[in-house]
């Protein structure tokens, strides 16, 4: 059964920075695409970054060049270092294996305001 334990979310300015965890069990990280997502206030849940089995990374288009996706192949975890964020950041994060349809974690809540 996987399991997944995000956390690193909070309270930051417009420009901070955070960096989420996501703790995996039942499915090691490396064999398999991991996806981060987001759902903003309003809105279904998105895709935002994600790192394939053979460490390639993606990113949606609004958080490239400010998000990256990285994993330890050790530890059984995925991160997401989130710099320069902006107050649209602002929502519950999870990660999950991208192509298994299994049941979310609690996710971990972001919210980026002045």
């Known amino acids: 059964q996987v399991q997944l334990v995000e956390s690193g979310g909070g309270f930051v300015q417009p420009g901070g920075s955070l960096r989420l965890s996501c703790i995996v069990s039942?499915?090691?990280?490396?064999?398999?695409?991991m996806g981060w997502y987001r759902q903003l206030p309003g809105k279904p849940r998105e895709l935002v970054a994600e790192i394939s089995s053979s460490g390639i990374e993606n990113y949606e288009g609004s958080v490239k060049g400010r998000f990256i996706v990285s994993r330890d192949r050790d530890k059984n975890m995925v991160f997401l270092q989130m710099n320069n964020l902006k107050p649209e950041d602002t929502g519950r994060y999870y990660c999950?294996?991208?192509?298994?349809?299994?049941?979310w974690g609690q996710g971990t809540q972001d919210t980026v305001s002045s």
């Open positions: 039942g499915i090691r990280v490396v064999a398999t695409a």
């Open positions: 999950k294996p991208k192509y298994r349809a299994i049941t």
